[in-house]
């Protein structure tokens, strides 16, 4: 009698579990879907927000959830000042910038740096070149020395420096200030349901993913998170059933092995 009772408990548990385990599983989970986004795009669609162009570089798995990356472009302005003497590297060469010390000068000289062929004796502004002319050696002043290239420039003058497109500035006593617009890259990482502030001076959104590599962003706030908590509810009644599942399946094997456990007489 005692097997039989245990084995009508076990049939009531396995039919618990087996039930639990069915609704778990087949159960199509709720997504969040949201109307009339402002903006929605995949990886390498760009959008506009207030006159910036936004482009949405990648979008990667990190811990099961998808993050994407927004990037876009800005433009700073950038500036440098040379002082008399300094060597700057300027359309592949190395170069001296000479400067007046005069309070009312407006523009400076590029002169090339002598290379290693040729011999120089002294420093700074005495500086001598030492030549060979008909065997004969010459002593010339670098400064009066022809075969360095030299480039003089004015204030507004364009100039190009490194990889831009650069201005002469302002030209002072001893010094110039080279000026140039430089664009810059800057991104931002967006998480499901983070608030995104940087697409506007005037409105957050709520961040979605619809798929691997699609992102939605919206203002309505209300709607994103009653569609997130219906998603969480579900979640939540799903992994009921799977804990009944377990303790069920347990409480089955126990009842099992307690059935058939010696009796003492």
């Not at 579990?17 to 599983?25: E, S």
């Not at 700074?124 to 030299?150: K, S």
């Not at 617009?181 to 995104?196: A, K």
Request: net charge negative.
């Amino acid at each position: 009698m005692q097997r039989r009772a245990a084995a009508g408990y076990v049939a009531l548990f396995l039919v618990i579990a087996v039930g639990a385990y069915g609704l778990a599983a087949t159960a199509e989970s709720p997504e969040i879907s949201l109307e009339d986004p402002e903006y929605d795009a995949t990886v390498g669609d760009q959008f506009e927000a207030e006159g910036q162009t936004y482009t949405l570089a990648e979008v990667t798995i990190e811990e099961g959830a998808p993050v994407g990356t927004l990037e876009w472009n800005i433009t700073e302005d950038q500036s440098e000042t040379w002082a008399d003497g300094d060597e700057i590297e300027y359309q592949g060469g190395d170069y001296e910038v000479l400067v007046s010390n005069e309070t009312d000068a407006s523009e400076f000289t590029l002169r090339e740096v002598p290379g290693d062929d040729v011999e120089v004796t002294g420093e700074g502004d005495d500086r001598i070149i030492r030549v060979q002319e008909d065997g004969e050696e010459q002593l010339i002043p670098i400064d009066e020395y022809e075969p360095l290239d030299r480039q003089t420039f004015a204030e507004g003058d364009g100039i190009e420096y490194q990889e831009f497109n650069a201005t002469v500035g302002e030209v002072a006593e001893e010094e110039v200030v080279i000026e140039w617009s430089e664009q810059v890259t800057e991104d931002l990482t967006v998480r499901e349901g983070l608030e995104v502030v940087q697409v506007s001076e005037n409105q957050t959104y709520m961040a979605h993913f619809t798929a691997e590599d699609r992102l939605q962003l919206t203002s309505n706030k209300e709607l994103y998170n009653e569609e997130a908590d219906r998603v969480a509810y579900f979640e939540e009644r799903t992994n009921g059933m799977t804990v009944a599942t377990i303790i069920s399946g347990l409480a089955a094997l126990l009842l099992v092995a307690m059935a058939y456990l010696p009796r003492k007489e």
